[in-house]
Every structure is written in structure tokens, then in C-alpha cells.
């Protein structure tokens, strides 16, 4: 199973903040789920709900990072998703493309860009990354400085595998979320969010020492935000690797 080393410690002067957080990959793949979403799908609350179960009754036994990813298509049905984005459409176009899918829907789950039919079958599937050997190492930093992010990543080129290019993007994801809707398919229901992806940057070539900076949303509670880091060849048509962090101790650094 895939090995995580967070390193959290606080210094005991505030003018000193905390300390970066150090996320470390080991032999075995970690699966990434996508699940496609929308506040305005009467159909997907029920999918948000079997996310957020597995995520948190799953530690220690399955290693996947979960990543809502809330698209814009179903706004027109009169609820403008405060969640969504083109961008995250855009992307879920690109995995059908790449499985050669007809349309894409929600929910939509896909496990390591493999679409994923079923909740029995979205299990199997993360287990049967887990038991796949990471065919590289990542070493993962995140600090702050002032207003921003700072995440270095370094994947050593003696320990890598591969020679294809490889791509990677930086994540940002929130947890504990909810919205009162008031129209559209859900009008009347409160919704409940984890995992909801709330940056993504552009696919980046990886090199052996990478770094990204990413601006501090006020809007993002500091107890819920992680930062995520994901490696495939390019288009997404193979998952390499990922890696994964809470990120509290560095927002409530003031």
C-alpha cells in the first residue's frame, strides 16, 4: 500500500508561522476518483453522499485521493452551481473523449481516467491500482509566503521509470461544504460537498524539481482545504501518481 508521511508541527512562536507540510509517495499507485457533478442534477446528491461515505470509512484501507469536480451545464436549469466551471467541463469532455464515450453525464466517477460504472465497480477499480507499483517517486512540499501556496514538488530522475513526457497539475480541495438551493432539480434541498475541487492549474511538464504558487482564496475555510498534486502522460490518458495533504496549519499561520 501506498506509504504517507505528513510532517505537521507548529513552532511555538506565531512570528515564525508553521512549519511546511511534507507528503512523500512510496512503491504503490494511489487511485485518483473523479466524480462529475452538479448542484443543479437531481441525481447527484446521492452520488456526493456515497463519495463523502467512502472517503471517510476508508483510511488505512483503500489509498485514493477523491476529487468533486462540479460542472457548468446544468446551470441553464435555473441554479448557477457556486461550484462549477468550463474548465472542470472541459476536462470531464476530455476523459469521455479518451473512453471513447458518446456523451458524458452525471454522476460521471472516473477511476484513474477510466470511466466507472457502479459503486461495486468503482471499489474494485481503486484496489486494483492500489496493488500497481508506482512507476515514479514524488516528494511533495507545500509552505506559505504571505498571500500564496508555495508547492514544490521533485521527482527524482534516478527513480523514475518512464521515459515519455509527463504532465502534472496542482490541486486545491475543499471539504465540509453545503448550499441551500433554492432552484432548479434540487430547489428546496440542502446539499453536503467534500472533496469539491476548487483550483486547478494547467498541465505542466514535469521536471525533477517543480514548484507552483497558488493564491489564497478568502473564501476557503482553512480546517477543510488540501492541496493535491496529480502526474499523468499527456491528455490524462495514463495516471501515474498522486499525492495529497490537508493544509490547515499553514492557513491559520496569521
Known amino acids: 500500500m501506498f506509504r504517507l508521511f505528513l510532517l505537521l508541527s507548529l513552532v511555538s512562536s506565531c ?8 507528503v512523500e509517495g512510496g512503491a504503490q499507485q494511489t487511485a485518483v476518483l473523479e466524480l462529475y457533478t452538479s448542484e443543479g442534477c437531481s441525481s447527484c446528491p446521492r452520488a456526493d ?4 461515505q467512502l472517503v471517510a470509512a476508508t483510511p488505512g484501507e483503500l ?3 477523491a476529487l468533486g469536480f462540479h460542472v457548468d451545464y446544468w446551470n441553464y436549469l435555473g441554479w448557477n452551481d457556486r461550484f462549477s466551471s468550463p474548465a472542470y467541463t472541459k476536462r470531464q469532455r476530455e476523459l469521455g473523449a479518451n473512453n471513447r464515450q458518446r456523451t458524458i453525464y452525471t454522476p460521471e466517477f472516473f477511476v484513474n481516467g477510466r ?3 457502479g459503486t461495486g465497480n468503482v471499489i474494485d ?3 486494483q491500482v492500489n496493488r500497481q507499483a508506482a512507476p515514479l517517486a514524488l516528494r511533495m512540499e507545500v509552505d506559505r509566503d504571505d498571500g500564496e501556496l508555495v508547492v514544490t514538488l521533485q521527482a527524482p530522475a534516478e527513480r523514475n521509470q518512464i521515459s515519455a513526457q509527463v504532465h502534472h497539475r496542482y490541486l486545491i480541495y475543499e471539504n465540509n461544504l453545503s448550499t441551500d438551493v433554492k432552484r432548479g432539480e434540487n430547489s428546496g434541498e440542502t446539499l453536503h460537498h467534500q472533496q469539491v475541487v476548487r483550483y486547478m492549474s494547467r498541465a505542466l511538464k514535469l521536471q525533477p524539481d517543480n514548484r507552483h504558487r497558488i493564491p489564497i482564496d478568502p473564501e476557503w475555510r482553512a ?3 488540501g492541496v493535491a498534486v496529480l502526474v499523468t502522460s499527456p491528455g ?16 491559520r499561520a496569521d
Open 15 to 22: 512570528a515564525l508561522g508553521a512549519e511546511p507540510i511534507v
Open 49 to 52: 453522499r456515497w463519495m463523502s
Open 63 to 65: 489509498d485514493v485521493l
Open 115 to 117: 470511466e466507472a460504472r
Open 125 to 127: 477499480m481503486i484496489e
Open 223 to 225: 480546517e477543510n482545504i
Open 236 to 251: 490524462d490518458r495514463d495516471y501515474l501518481q498522486a499525492l495529497h495533504t490537508p493544509v490547515a496549519p499553514l492557513l
